[in-house]
């Protein structure tokens, strides 16, 4: 989730197809998982798509 817009930008599949991207998958998953000192990674929050909101859920559909 960007931190600017607040938008979702992409949807992974695992922690370890973040890596793609370029993301170090363990920070990935302390976010995620609300860890102690790990609120962002890499200037992205990271959330369970279970977390999301309704409204953000039906915005999945639209990314591209």
Do not use: C, M, P
Not at 17 to 37: L, P
């Amino acid at each position: 989730i960007s931190l600017d817009s607040h938008k979702i930008l992409k949807v992974y599949n695992s922690f370890s197809d973040t890596k793609i991207d370029g993301f170090d998958r363990s920070h990935v998953a302390n976010v995620a998982k609300g860890i102690s000192g790990y609120l962002t990674h890499k200037g992205y929050k990271w959330v369970f798509v279970e977390d999301l909101s309704e409204e953000q859920k039906s915005s999945l559909n639209n990314i591209s």
